[in-house]
Each structure stands twice: as structure tokens, then as C-alpha cells.
């Protein structure tokens, strides 16, 4: 069937499926291994060359998919003129300042606490059934709720947002407690090391590894719940310019808004991985 | 004297539905001064039980054991335990690995790192201080270890198979060096391994101990060590007659007690 060039289907699979051959300086058979940043070039490369292909030629009408350049333009527009009043950079500063107050927040509350319910069965009997109780519940079912009790000013904002990064804290700092190896743990109580002691010095450090996933998924929910946060009584924020710009049909500003949203959460992931590397080298080392 | 004396201990440990199962029975032992006690036994005789008793990380369900006529109730600086592995923090350099006990202990920096150079070159590290730990091979990172078992100035160090990891010629030189380390420190040593050779070898006496339920069967006391520091020839000390006469004996016992044991 393909002796006369193309290849069959299952002939193909099975090039996919076989083992490779050894190459010279790797080690053979390690999952993944390779570069992949040019592969993620390409590919961004051809989204972007579709985007602009179907709209170019018509195929998508403007209010359902504007054009790359649309969307550019929308930049450059709110960027001069602002959007309802407030200034691009305000936009902008506003919604950081809510997601990474709120993430502040949940680390600084969510990291102890988790450690605690490592560390002893009262706090993990205490703070278990309630955040197992409100982790699943969508941010928008108690929004409401938290706009009832805190108002529609800022403090519900944040609170919204840090709620749904606190449990991932929360649990990933109690997974980490897991991390220390019981020598670790015996060595120090060995020299005479306070229970504090140990939690400081050994159970925390060894931790960090965990935490510092930890902080990447709960930033990411951070940025998902920031619209639902400026769904209510906003005037300015990334989501207030995202959920207004649907009303008016404003596609580009709609994308723009995503764009943007995603650029700061992406750099963000970045800068927590880069200071990962410096600060647990250990990682998986160890 | 007396320094460390297990009296009459067992240990049982609960098991869901059944009766209780017990780890060690009637263990009697004392360690005296500039005693090197190593405990042999195949898998599941109860040595790491017993060393974790004395560490004070296990308590006995009957029985004591005293350290200077002191009854253990946890673990404490008087004892160090030298692990297999995974004791290190790889977060720490070498030289605040070896510290870190003194750290705990709330010296300065400045005193903490005088006592721990101290301890890194005579265990031959000097050029490793700086160095993480994860970069080490197994043999160093032992080394570490025991630097950092030492800088509590403990009345006894307790070895968990600590070269259990190392391959067979990295190992026959951590032998080596541990014993003289032991000479020059002058510590009580008790000192687990799987190998009836490095047993006999290190051993001031040797604690055969067999399994179900984990128990002393036989003691012996061993000339070898003293010997070879007298001639310093450690392979010529395994190769000679008595030695291999002794490991046989010895072997032959610890097989015996597997096979009754598995019938």
C-alpha cells in the first residue's frame, strides 16, 4: 500500500510508538527530555497566523473574533483614552494590586496554617472539614454572600480572590510538611532541637519545594476569580474592563483585557519559578 | 564503669486485630567506656529497634535504659545517630550541615563554625565546605554526617548502618576512618551493619541478634579492631585465620537462625 510513498496510518503510529535509538551525551530513555521553547515558538507563531488568516479572509465576522490588529488597536486606544474613565495603567495596578494582595494574604495566612495542620491532628481536625467544605464551591456561588457580609467596596474584592488561593496554600504547605524524611527530622531532635525548632529549621525548609507549587497553582486561581471579584459594583479593574466591554460588544477590548490578564499571570509563574531555582536547587536532588 | 545500660527491654508493637508483635525481647546490654558494640542480625532482629531505644526515638514497653545512671526518655545531645542516609539538609552547605547541631544547641556563628572546621578536617572534608550536600558522592555525605554526629561532643554515637549505602571499596575506607575517629574521640560506639565482616572487623564486641521475637543470641568479644591498630593492615587483619574462622562461625549461625526462623 505505501511502497509507492505515503505511508499508512498504522505504519506511521508505529514509527511514533518505537523505540528510539541511543544518542551520543543523553541519558537514554528519560521522559520528556529535550528542548521544547522552539516548538512553543512555532506554534504561537501559527495561532497567531490562523487568527489573522480567518479574519483576513472573512471568515469570522469582526464581533465574534476582531482581527490581531483590531485587538492591537483596542490596546493603543484605552491606552490614550482610557476605558469608562480610568486610565489603562489604572486598570491595570488596580486588579494587580487586588490578586496579589489577595495572594499575599493567603501565603502569609495559608502557609502557617497549612504547616499547622501538618504538623498536629487538633489543627487538622479544626481547619480540615471547613476548607475541604468551601475549596469546591465555585467564587461566584458565595459571592453574594461575601458581598452581604463585607460590602462591595474593596474588602469583599480581595477576600473573594483570597479565599480561593487560600486553600490551595493551605493544602500545599500540609503536603510539604511531608517532604522532611524522618532522619532529617530524628538528626534534629537528636542535638536537642525544640519542637518549634524543628518546624523552623527543618520541616519548613524541606517544604518549600511544595510551597513553591503551591503559590503557582494559587495565583493562577487568583486571576480566574478576579473577574468574578469585579463582576460586582466596580468601576475599574481588568475584569470590570473584560465584563463591561461584553455589554457594549467591544469584542477587541474583551480580547485585549484576556491578553493582558494572562501576560501578568504568565511573567508572574515566570519570576516564581526563576526564584524557585534559586532559593530550592535541591529540588528533586535531594 | 557502666555508661549505657539496657536492662530487661521490650518492645512490642500493636498490630489492628491481632495480638501485639514483639520487636525486641528481654534485651540486656551494657556499653561501656570506649566500647565499640556493633549489632549484626538478619532483616527484621530488631537492631534499628534497639538503636532507636537508645536514641530515644522509641520508647521500651518493659524494661529501661539508663545513660550515665540516667533513665533515656527521649532523644537528647548525649547520644548522636549517624543515619543510613537522608539525614543531610541539602538546603545547608557542608559546613552548616555539620553546624547545624550547634546551632541548635544556640552557639554564635563564630563558635559554631570554629567547633565544625574542626570536625570537617578531621574527617578530611576541608575542601567540600562550601559545597552542597546534593553534590557529594555517598561516601562524603556519610562523612558529613558523622562530623555533624560529632560536634555535640555526645557520651555515645549511635550508627545506623551507616555504610550501608557506600560501595564495597569506599566502604572498607570509611571503616578505617570511623575507627580511628573512634580512637581518637574516645566515644562509645554502637554501630549496626548487615556485614558479619565489617562487623568483626570494627567491633569491640559483636551482638548477634535473631529475629521473631528480635532478640541477643550470642556476644562476642573482638580483638580485631585493636589490632589492626597496632599493625594497620586492615585486609591483612581480614585475611588472617582467626578472622575468617570467626566470620564463618558466625555466618553459619546468623543462617541457622533465618532458616528456623522462615520454617
Known sequence: ?286 | MTALAIRNASVFYPVAGKPPVQALKDINLEINDQDFVVALGASGCGKSTLLNLIAGFMAPSQGEIRLGGKVVTGPGADRSVVFQKHALLPWLNVLDNVAFGLKIQGHNRKTREGIARGFIKLLGLEQFELSATYELSGGMQQRVGIARALTSDPDILLMDEPLGALDALTRERAQELILKIWRDTGKMVFFITHSVEEALFMGTKLVVMSPRPGRISHVFDLPFSRRYFEIGNARAIKASADFIELREKILQIIFTDEESASS
Not at chain 1, 463591561?244 to 519570576?271: C, E, N, R, W
Open chain 1, 1 to 286: 500500500m505505501s511502497e509507492t510513498g505515503s505511508r499508512s496510518g498504522s505504519e506511521m503510529w508505529a514509527d511514533l510508538m518505537r523505540a528510539k535509538p541511543a544518542k551520543p551525551g543523553e541519558v537514554y530513555g528519560v521522559p520528556g527530555q529535550g528542548e521544547s521553547v522552539r516548538v512553543s515558538l512555532i506554534v504561537i507563531a501559527g495561532l497567531l497566523f490562523t487568527w489573522w488568516l480567518v479574519t483576513a479572509v472573512g471568515l469570522i465576522k469582526p464581533l465574534f473574533l476582531p482581527s490581531p490588529m483590531a485587538v492591537f488597536g483596542a490596546l493603543v486606544d484605552v491606552l490614550r483614552d482610557g476605558f469608562t474613565g480610568s486610565s489603562f495603567w489604572e486598570h491595570t495596578w488596580i486588579s494587580t494590586a487586588r490578586v496579589f494582595g489577595a495572594f499575599l494574604l493567603a501565603c502569609v495566612i495559608g502557609i502557617p496554617l497549612g504547616i499547622a495542620m501538618g504538623m498536629s491532628p487538633i489543627a487538622r481536625g479544626v481547619f480540615d472539614p471547613p476548607i475541604e467544605f468551601y475549596r469546591p464551591i465555585p467564587p461566584l456561588a458565595y459571592l453574594p454572600l461575601m458581598i452581604i457580609w463585607f460590602g462591595i467596596d474593596e474588602l469583599s474584592k480581595v477576600l473573594l480572590i483570597f479565599l480561593s488561593v487560600l486553600a490551595p496554600m493551605a493544602l500545599g504547605a500540609r503536603a510539604g510538611v511531608k517532604s522532611a524524611s524522618i532522619e532529617q527530622i530524628h538528626a534534629a531532635y537528636s542535638f536537642g532541637a525544640t519542637r518549634w525548632q524543628v518546624i523552623r529549621m527543618v520541616i519548613l525548609p524541606s517544604a518549600m519545594p511544595e510551597i513553591f507549587t503551591a503559590m503557582r497553582i494559587g495565583i493562577g486561581f487568583g486571576w480566574t476569580t478576579l473577574v468574578a471579584a469585579e463582576m460586582v459594583a466596580s468601576t475599574s479593574g481588568l475584569g470590570y474592563m473584560v465584563l463591561s466591554a461584553s455589554k457594549f460588544l467591544q469584542t477587541p477590548i474583551v480580547i485585549m483585557g484576556i491578553v493582558i490578564i494572562a501576560a501578568i499571570a504568565y511573567a508572574f509563574d515566570h519570576l516564581v519559578r526563576f526564584v524557585e531555582r534559586r532559593v530550592v536547587p535541591w529540588k528533586g536532588r535531594a
